[in-house]
């Protein structure tokens, strides 16, 4: 009897046993539960390719990331950073390397004498430094505003293939995100293609275009852009024109009447860019003549400086046409344009 009590009684301890552990385990579990993350389902892959290509699309470059092979150049003259006396090797160095950057001849030849001359107190590089920034004086300022009632006009020229279009797509970015109305003239009417790349660029941007068909008179297309301007309101007209005709006498005279229709109210040609190309080094000079005697041009648009140019041209465009660069082509994208600024172009170049 007594035996039988002890084993119920013995029974029932170890059912209480396992019955406070059973509870103790879901309170724990709970507890656990409550503590631990939400479980959240993977981002699909499409979602994560989006998130990671968008960054490149508002980068804002900076100008020493992009002159790659204009860097590359100026690196053994980087390297001369010992003070005092000048030797004949130094020198070589520096006339070698300023050729090849495309500073062009007249600035080596200063540059080399006023080192033969004052030698380099504060060291090779910084005195080429130095001397290279003293050639970048130019004023920079860029007009956006025309006379009261006119629309302002920037017109670009230059030759075929140096980044016109392009440099209209990114300036258009630019000035609408600063708050302006644009309207994008499609003055190349050599070719229909002339006029879809930058439709592109306007519906890419926001910016209004007027455009014609192919062979159509760019000074009529220049004149429907302002009539559309000026009753919509907006502030700058940016004029595309054709890079190329039967003859440069041809291109030139078309130039000039464009310029006479886009400056004639309510226009207002506020600023000429001619867009030249740095890679193509020596040549951009030369194109450069041609057309500065016809186009009335007050500023230098640089592009492809982020690819094989060798950065020198820019000192022998102000040097030797006397036409400031106010802005620089460093890229495809619509971001890929910088407001030419001498001192951080210099240091990019030479600044070790
Ligand atoms: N790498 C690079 N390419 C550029 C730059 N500017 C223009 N391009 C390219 O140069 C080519 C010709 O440009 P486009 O604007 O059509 O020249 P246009 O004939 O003068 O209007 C295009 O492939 C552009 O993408 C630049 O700053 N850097
Ligand atoms: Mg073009």
Do not use: C, Y
């Not at 390297?79 to 090849?100: F, K, N, P, W």
């Not at 465009?317 to 495809?332: D, N, T, Y």
Request: hydrophobic share 50%; no cysteine; proline share 3%.
């Amino acid at each position: 009897m007594i035996g039988s009590v002890v084993v119920l009684a013995s029974v029932l301890v170890v059912a209480l046993i396992l019955v406070l552990v059973a509870v103790g385990v879901t309170f724990a579990r709970r507890r656990r539960a409550a503590a631990a993350p939400q479980v959240v389902a993977p981002l699909p892959d499409v979602l994560v390719a989006e998130i990671a290509e968008r960054p490149e699309l508002d980068e804002e470059p900076t100008l020493s990331s992009r002159l790659g092979a204009s860097r590359g150049v100026f690196e053994r003259v980087r390297s001369l950073t010992a003070t005092g006396a000048i030797t004949d090797e130094q020198l070589d160095v520096v006339e070698e390397v300023l050729l090849r950057s495309d500073v062009g001849v007249a600035t080596t030849g200063a540059v080399l004498e006023a080192l033969r001359r004052d030698g380099a107190p504060e060291g090779v590089a910084t005195t080429v430094r130095r001397l290279l920034r003293e050639s970048l004086v130019a004023e920079r300022h860029v007009t956006v505003e025309a006379e009261p009632g006119r629309v302002a006009v920037w017109l670009f020229v230059g030759v075929n293939g140096v980044g016109k279009t392009t440099t209209i797509g990114k300036l258009a970015h630019r000035e609408i995100a600063a708050g302006r109305r644009v309207v994008l003239a499609a003055g190349d009417t050599f070719r229909a293609a002339a006029a879809e790349q930058l439709t592109t660029w306007a519906e890419r941007t926001g910016a209004d275009v007027v455009r014609a068909g192919e062979g159509a008179d760019p000074g009529s297309v220049i004149h429907d852009a302002l009539g559309r301007a000026s009753a919509r309101g907006a502030d700058l007209v940016l004029a595309d024109t054709a890079g190329r005709r039967a003859n440069s006498t041809n291109l030139l005279d078309e130039l000039a009447k464009v310029r006479r229709v886009a400056d004639r109210a309510p226009g207002q040609v506020v600023e000429t860019f001619m867009v030249l190309d740095a890679t193509t080094g020596q040549n951009a000079l030369a194109q450069a003549r041609e057309f500065l005697a016809a186009a009335s041009v007050t500023g230098i648009v640089l592009t492809k400086l982020d690819g094989t140019a060798r950065g020198g041209i820019v000192v022998a465009i102000e040097r030797e046409l006397a036409i400031p660069v106010k802005f620089v082509g460093v890229g495809e994208g619509v971001t890929d344009l910088i407001p030419f600024d001498p001192d951080e172009f210099i240091d990019s170049l030479v600044r070790a």
